[in-house]
T-cell receptor
Framework: AQSVTQLGSHVSVSEGALVLLRCNYSSSVPPYLFWYVQYPNQGLQLLLKYTTGATLVKGINGFEAEFKKSETSFHLTKPSAHMSDAAEYFCAVIYTGGFKTIFGAGTRLFVKA | EPEVTQTPSHQVTQMGQEVILRCVPISNHLYFYWYRQILGQKVEFLVSFYNNEISEKSEIFDDQFSVERPDGSNFTLKIRSTKLEDSAMYFC????????????FGNGTRLTVT
């Protein structure tokens, strides 16, 4: 079945440290890839997306993600975490031929002072 | 920036009752969706809607669920006879429709079934 996997339901980093949130998809044909962020009591909002072209994509709030076809991955990174980055992050995909967005289970990011 | 709006923000209902969750998608968007998020769990696809009909639905979207676009702006999700396990956050989303279009989400309706 088509799915997307996020490794680690919780990630904790210190303020100023590197953020790395992992995402892998399950398809031989690369899907469209997205990262969404969800702050408490809010809906999801788009951080960034990869469709075609440059494999390193930059998003809002200093986040970026790199599409690696050989690893079927789309990990999210930020060089220096800020307290305001604490939220739930969802990797999502749209597989070829479809319009339905499939979400990973989410990773909750904690940022320690 | 245009946004998706959902009402109410919180709905409490008794088991067996009907509820209608309302959404106003972004005006020029063509595809509309409902997703569900049970507390602490993943965001699950329920249904997609295009050109006044359901284009895809999940196993969760059984006969108890229905969607409607009664006019040019609203998009509703009806649950005919609510169950305890329907308690969740329900998110409406819309897109322009291209395959690589990101979803624009509302802030959700928290449904509590007692």
């Amino acid at each position: 079945a088509q799915s997307v996997t996020q490794l680690g339901s919780h990630v904790s980093v210190s303020e100023g440290a590197l953020v790395l949130l992992r995402c892998n998809y399950s398809s031989s044909v690369p899907p469209y890839l997205f990262w969404y962020v969800q702050y408490p009591n809010q809906g999801l909002q788009l951080l960034l997306k990869y469709t075609t072209g440059a494999t390193l994509v930059k998003g809002i709030n200093g986040f970026e993600a790199e599409f690696k076809k050989s690893e079927t991955s789309f990990h999210l990174t930020k060089p220096s975490a800020h307290m305001s980055d604490a939220a739930e992050y969802f990797c999502a995909v749209i597989y070829t031929g479809g319009f339905k967005t499939i979400f990973g289970a989410g990773t909750r990011l904690f940022v320690k002072a | 920036e245009p946004e998706v709006t959902q009402t109410p923000s919180h709905q409490v209902t008794q088991m067996g009752q009907e509820v209608i969750l309302r959404c106003v998608p972004i005006s020029n968007h063509l595809y509309f969706y409902w997703y569900r998020q049970i507390l602490g769990q993943k965001v699950e696809f329920l249904v997609s809607f295009y050109n006044n009909e359901i284009s895809e639905k999940s196993e969760i979207f059984d006969d108890q669920f229905s969607v409607e676009r009664p006019d040019g702006s609203n998009f509703t999700l009806k649950i005919r006879s609510t169950k305890l396990e329907d308690s969740a956050m329900y998110f409406c989303a819309s897109t322009l429709g291209q395959a690589n279009s990101p979803l624009h989400f509302g802030n959700g309706t928290r449904l509590t079934v007692t």
